[in-house]
């Protein structure tokens, strides 16, 4: 059973099965109620691959002084913090010229 991004390559290249077949393996894994951990780790996989791809396109096409910004957004958007994403999705983040702070419990 795969716990991690190299145990699920190694499993799909052990078995022939291309890295492309990802969707496919998941649209079977959606029907199963005993497995939402491999389920997360092939969600989390689509997700880091088809961020590396949009991550390249624009890295190679920006200007070298935006590279910081862009790595720094692209990290920022994909390992937030879930309290951070659930006060922003309640809309209690203000962006003041200092940061971002949240309206109580985080500053």
Do not use: Q, W
Not at 5 to 26: A, I, P, Q, W
Not at 52 to 81: C, G, M, Q
Request: a negative charge.
């Amino acid at each position: 059973m795969p716990t991690d991004s190299e145990t699920l390559t190694s499993l799909f290249h052990s078995h022939g099965v291309n890295m492309r077949y990802l969707g496919k393996v998941l649209e079977i894994f959606e029907k199963e109620k005993n497995y939402s951990h491999v389920k997360c780790i092939l969600e989390r996989e689509i997700f880091l691959r088809s961020a590396k791809h949009v991550f390249n396109e624009n890295i190679r096409d920006s200007p070298e002084s935006f590279d910081a910004a862009v790595v720094a957004n692209l990290l920022n958007l994909t390992f937030a913090p879930t309290p951070m994403l659930t006060l922003l999705e309640d809309g209690k983040l203000k962006i003041k010229p200092e940061g971002l702070f949240a309206d109580s419990s985080i500053e």
